[in-house]
């Protein structure tokens, strides 16, 4: 043939052209990342085997440089091994996870129709929230879908959504939640699961839950687990059937288990000085950001609006998992951006969240293991920066406390405080309460609950309930004096609150008889002082003053009740209705004693006759004789006792539809109390792990050309727009040159190509001819 005769190579569009080098380059990648070996020395993030879309969205973000578990842990991920990643806090673990979960379904070529990919598991919703947020940014030149489920807005909403997700960061009881009631969510497809803070999601709180989801997970997939003090209990990874596992600890054999640039001291003092000590730190670091880390959700309530009102002379927030989900997003956003502030906070902000400069962190409380010291102390020194730690310890605690956190390689050292430094702030705090009923009475509330804390605490070598200084405690917050409290088994107490929610569901009715009731007794002037009602962001504690004087600590959504309840004041017997048996009781006989004398006593009388009272009111014996004349007169005594016989069986049959109905109902009943009791619990068991009903829910677009997008405010809107994107990828996929045979062999992963139906007779022309092509 000659030279002239050749066929010229067909033009290519930009767009295959765009493809065909994209495909060039994932079948490098691919090719490359089999061997991590050859990357665990690599110093930036261009030199890794991964896309250019990644690598764009590093760069956005200003990534270039790995850190020491980024640089070890990413090319073993890519290499889609199974990886238990540890290193210190603040070391740059979420981009080691986040950048091969990214790679891989890229790799994979996943798209909306392949369901979900990769699942990201956080134990709190703000950590969800930052993970979300540095997936949004790396991953901007991506397609995927992604979500964030951390606890219900609308449910079906979410449900909706969720079965259109590629990559999902959830919380793990929302997860699960859905996993059980999202009609179209499946699993079956994934191929990465994520653990970040792996060891707080495999302990004890979070156990079941976790344990439900995987069991709907597929075993093919691919597992990571980081955090910064990592579990190996085999037991916890045998749960999570890893594949011959990677342990990459960074940190391990380093002489320190905290970053080297934070400085870490502790002090020893008494219970009754802790406010004191707080508050003289507070004003001597007003050019600082720091944080305050408490046990209870009550403390932290309270020591915020008491030093509001002491006005140190620096913004004070506090953040706890009581707030609503948007209080606490608020929050998050204010100390984020603030340059001097002052944070109260319970554990909630121990794990995983990135503050950007804070200089302090303060542990007002003991925590409860070196692990979370570890991981509060976390929250400053991030990175490269610098930080300091300080712990305040009750001298019943300090020598336990230390011997721990020497075993887990803390380096901490004691400083003694002057006294002459100090400054009491126990005045002030008595007058607050004294003038104040509603600072007495979270002043209260926030000793219950430190006190709640300390018994529940589970190292008794530690934590020594028993010996805490009460009176001097109670004081140091301005009570007048101790509440009174009575601890309860655990395991009471978790009945006590199922049982308390569901009374509450029975309470409307009640209520009403209880008015009643209230009308009738006397009014003290403290009972007219809790009725009336004020209008300040504290009224709503001050109204339950009246269960808390009249009754047990609380019958509000708080739980300190579960555990410890204030014995009623008053302790007036219930009065018994026969006098003899009030009789006997003052005589001091036990009641038990005074229940069995008033059973004797019942034997003893003799049995009454039983009377029937008519319409009018008459009293009637049960069975009364009738007159034989008029018997006689009303006919035939057989034809009388067929019809009564037959009257009195229709009564017995209506009757007996009566009970039918009845029993019916009381099943009903028993069913709806038993589904809410369900309900109940699984929320029961949400709130302990941290996460609220009340939350947001985002989704990052998928449709948007290579774009995410933020959809979750504008639902309807943005549904249809997914709608139409998606009609268009799909239209243009359909459109395209097929070059699938090779995707698959790329992929390893059989693909469908969907067609929606064509609109226009140009669409229907070129379905044809596709699918001749085909
Ligand atoms: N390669 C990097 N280059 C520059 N900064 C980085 C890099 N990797 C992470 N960072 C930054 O370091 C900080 C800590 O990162 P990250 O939150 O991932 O730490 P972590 O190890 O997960 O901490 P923790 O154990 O507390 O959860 C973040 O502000 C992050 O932006």
């Not at 929050?331 to 503050?355: E, M, P």
């Not at 962001?537 to 300190?560: A, C, P, R």
């Not at 034989?628 to 009195?648: C, P, R, T």
Request: with cysteine; aromatic share 6%.
């Amino acid at each position: 043939m000659s030279e002239e005769q050749q066929p010229e190579p067909p033009k290519l569009s930009g767009r295959q052209k765009r493809k065909i080098i994209e495909q060039e380059e994932l079948q490098t990648i691919e090719e490359k990342t089999k061997q991590p070996e050859n990357f665990v020395d690599t110093k930036f993030f261009d030199d890794l085997p991964i896309s250019t879309k990644t690598r764009k969205g590093l760069k956005r973000a200003n990534f270039r440089q790995l850190t020491d578990i980024q640089r070890k842990a990413i090319p073993l991920a890519l290499a889609k091994r199974d990886v238990l990643g540890a290193a210190k806090t603040g070391s740059g673990k979420t981009l080691s996870f986040l950048v091969p979960v990214l790679e891989i379904l890229h790799r994979a070529r996943w798209n909306q129709a392949d369901g979900l990919g990769a699942l990201i598991i956080s134990p709190t919703r703000e950590l969800a929230v930052q993970i979300f947020e540095v997936l949004k940014k790396i991953g901007f030149e991506h397609s995927f879908s992604a979500g964030l489920i951390i606890g219900g807005k609308d449910f079906k909403v979410e449900s909706e959504r969720i079965a259109r997700m590629n990559i999902l960061v959830a919380t793990p009881g929302r997860l699960l939640q859905h996993m059980d009631q999202s009609v179209g969510f499946d699993c079956d497809n994934l191929q990465a699961l994520v653990l970040d803070e792996a060891d707080r999601i495999l302990d004890m709180g979070f156990q079941k839950t976790v344990n439900a989801i995987i069991d709907n997970l597929p075993n093919s997939r691919q597992t990571m687990l980081f955090s910064a003090t990592q579990t190996r209990s085999v037991k916890d990874l045998a749960r999570l059937s890893l594949h011959d596992p990677e342990y990459v600890a960074v940190h391990e054999k380093s002489e320190h288990s905290t970053p080297h640039n934070l400085t870490q001291h502790y002090i020893v003092c008494d219970l009754q000085k802790k406010l004191d000590i707080l508050f003289s730190f507070i004003k001597s670091h007003l050019q600082n950001k720091t944080i305050v880390f408490m046990s209870s959700c009550k403390q932290t309530r309270f020591v915020f609006e008491a030093f509001c009102k002491l006005q140190p002379g620096i913004s004070l927030l506090h953040l706890h998992g009581k707030q609503k989900q948007t209080k606490r997003v608020e929050i998050f956003r204010k100390f984020t951006s603030t340059q001097h502030a002052v944070l109260f906070s319970t554990d909630i902000a121990a794990r995983g969240l990135d503050f950007p400069a804070v200089d302090w962190v303060l542990q007002l409380d003991c925590p409860e293991d070196a692990d979370t010291y570890i991981h509060r102390v976390g929250r400053t020194a991030r990175f490269d920066a610098g930080g300091h730690g300080l712990l305040l310890l009750l001298p019943t605690e300090a020598e336990g406390m230390i011997e721990e956190l020497k075993k887990k390689k803390v380096p901490i050292d004691e400083i003694k405080v002057r006294d002459s430094k100090q400054k009491s702030i126990q005045k002030q705090l008595q007058s607050f309460c004294f003038r104040d009923a509603e600072m007495k009475y979270l002043g209260q509330r926030a000793f219950v609950s430190y006190m709640r804390s300390v018994y529940l605490q589970r190292n008794k070598n530690i934590f020594k309930a028993t010996e805490l200084p009460t009176e001097e405690y109670a004081a140091s917050l301005g009570l007048a004096g101790v509440p009174k409290i009575k601890f309860l088994t655990q395991a009471k107490a978790k009945e006590t609150a199922v049982s308390r929610l569901l009374k509450e569901n029975d309470k409307k009715e009640e209520d009403v008889e209880e008015e009643e009731k209230t009308k009738d007794q006397v009014k003290t002037k403290y009972d007219r002082m809790f009725q009336r009602k004020n209008q300040d962001i504290l009224s709503e504690h001050y109204n339950k003053l009246v269960d808390f004087e009249n009754d047990t600590i609380g019958k509000d959504d708080d739980d300190d009740e579960d555990f410890m309840t204030i014995r009623r004041k008053d302790h007036e017997l219930e009065s018994e209705p026969e006098e003899e048996i009030k009789e006997l009781v003052s005589e001091n006989l036990s009641k038990r004693q005074a229940n069995m004398t008033k059973k004797h006593i019942a034997k003893k009388m003799t049995k009454g006759e039983r009377i029937v009272f008519d319409d009018e009111g008459n009293p009637h014996q049960l069975y009364e004789m009738e007159n034989e004349e008029e018997f006689l007169k009303a006919g035939d005594a057989k034809v009388q006792k067929e019809a009564y016989i037959s009257e009195e069986a229709k009564v017995m049959e209506s009757a007996d539809w009566d009970d039918k109905a009845t029993a019916k109902q009381k099943r009903k009943e028993k069913r709806e109390k038993r589904k809410l009791q369900k309900r109940l619990e699984l929320e029961e068991m949400r709130r302990e792990q941290g996460e609220d009903m009340d939350d947001v829910v985002y989704t990052l677009g998928s449709g948007a050309e290579d774009n995410y997008s933020e959809s979750g405010s504008e639902a309807s809107s943005d549904e249809e727009d997914e709608e139409r994107k998606a009609f268009k990828r799909k239209w243009r996929e359909a459109q395209e040159d097929s070059s699938s045979s090779e995707d698959e062999s790329l992929s390893g992963k059989k693909r469908v190509i969907e067609t929606d139906e064509p609109v226009t007779l140009a669409d229907q022309e070129a379905l044809a001819l596709k699918l001749l092509g085909a």
